[in-house]
């Protein structure tokens, strides 16, 4: 049997083997065990989902797995992936439970699973809860040492004064925002924050159906938040995606602020406020080289991680920084949040904005980047691509030609049978001259 967890908890299509309520039911058992095993008593879990029509199904399961080991269950209903991680501290929870699928369409589904400290799970205890639901035969407690569910109506509005703390009571009188909440679990959360912090807030995608999360909205379509920024004469807008852990910016002349672009003028906000700690930026390999050149001029570090905010995150930790993200547009702060949080993240940089006196365009002008040319191609196996004659003789002429002024990152994806071909150079034509090389080399062996 395939192992459950990836890169980012379990996902897969809702009521199709792993996100089924029979395996759902083993991971709540599951993760009870192994908290028992680092800690007997009685365990508090907190579970948290987005508004997919799956996750009631989800939810009712997983709570039915962990009463019948013994755990206390608190019920936050449909709140953000981040608002999960910090209920789980500030509640003094043994674990956090998000369902969600993210970005993803909402025949999707996930689970991901936090520690007491609000992070993820880290590997070695994945493992462990994995052993657990894959083994033949879990035996029963008796009828009076079983657990209890408990809903926790205000799971939101706790939520809302923490994401509040992260800019000090400071007010956003003045501004004007437009909201995109994809359908998703930002729905009630984000416009309610906004607004009580005095902007003048015009809210999109926020009609859940249990359908139509991220269906046409959110991050992964910021068209429609776009051009109601333009209509509206908005100062900015915020897009998030289904979980409300990852934000898309668009400035005040409707255009879409790439991930890198966001992370640079975060990174510079923080240094000038003396905040940026080691004056360090993590982020992953998928960040663009103008990025680094950009920061280096005011001295900060870039540091690189391999794709994936948990790497992002462990880096953070084990470095002692305090700012990292992906360009995708996961942003961690970790002085306010064990996570990425989207909703956090717009917050501080409409605050940089107000204090600043500068419109979000200008801010962002902070980096140019290199021009880079990302390609696909599906493939049949994945053997080492250094094994690979074809492969390996087009990397090796773009490396040294490239030298200092580019770089190639050619990788297979963790999901899918993908080979991902990514070139950038200062010059946008040996991007796609080296580029199409890679891609010809791939197509002939191993596409």
Do not use: W
Request: hydrophobic share 40%.
């Amino acid at each position: 049997m395939a192992e459950l967890f990836g890169t980012d908890g379990i996902r897969g299509t809702a009521n199709h083997y792993p996100i089924t309520p029979e395996v759902a039911l083993r991971i709540g058992r599951a993760i009870t065990r192994v908290l028992k095993a680092q800690n007997g008593g009685k365990h508090r879990v907190i579970i948290g989902k987005d508004t997919r029509v799956s996750g009631a199904m989800l939810e009712s399961a997983l709570s039915s797995g962990l009463i019948s080991e013994g755990a206390e269950v608190l019920l936050a209903g449909a709140i953000p992936t981040p608002a999960v991680a910090h209920l789980t501290q500030s509640m003094a929870c043994d674990a956090g439970i998000m369902l969600t699928a993210s970005h993803n369409p909402f025949a999707d589904n996930g689970i991901k699973i936090f520690g007491p400290d609000g992070f993820k799970l880290n590997d070695a205890l994945e493992e462990e809860v994995e052993k657990i639901i894959l083994a033949e035969e879990l035996p029963s407690l008796a009828v009076a040492q079983l657990g209890r569910v408990t809903p926790l109506h205000d799971a939101t509005a706790r939520y809302m004064e923490f994401a509040k703390s992260a800019i000090a009571g400071k007010k956003l009188h003045g501004l004007k925002v437009v909201i995109d909440c994809a359908h998703g679990a930002g729905h009630l959360a984000g416009p309610m924050i906004l607004e009580e912090l005095g902007a003048e807030v015009i809210p999109l995608g926020n009609s859940p159906d249990g359908y139509n999360i991220n269906e046409g909205y959110g991050s992964l379509h910021p068209e429609k938040a776009a051009a109601l920024v333009r209509e509206k004469g908005a100062d900015l807008g915020i897009c998030l995606d289904g979980d409300a852990d990852r934000v898309i910016f668009i400035d005040g002349q409707g255009e879409a602020i790439s991930g890198d672009r966001v992370l640079c003028l975060s990174a510079i906000a923080l240094k000038e406020m003396g905040r940026l700690k080691n004056d360090t930026l993590v982020t992953t390999v998928m960040s663009n080289l103008g990025l680094r050149d950009a920061l280096s001029q005011h001295g900060i570090t870039v540091e690189q991680t391999k794709v994936g905010d948990r790497h992002v995150l462990e880096r953070m930790r084990s470095g002692g920084f305090n700012f990292g993200g992906e360009n995708s547009g996961h942003l961690i702060f970790s002085d306010f949040a064990t996570t990425g949080d989207g909703i956090v993240s717009a917050l501080i940089l409409l605050s940089v904005m107000k204090e600043s006196g500068r419109t979000f365009a200008d801010l962002a002008q902070c980096m140019d980047e290199y021009p880079s040319e990302l390609v696909a191609i599906a493939v049949k196996e994945k053997p080492p691509l250094h094994s690979v004659p074809a492969i390996k003789k087009a990397m090796d002429a773009a490396e040294n030609d490239l030298g200092e002024n580019g770089r190639i990152l050619v990788r297979y994806s963790g999901t899918e049978k993908k080979l991902r071909i990514l070139v950038e150079a200062k010059d946008a034509q040996a991007a796609q001259s080296h580029c199409d090389a890679i891609t010809r080399a791939a197509q002939s062996s191993i596409a």
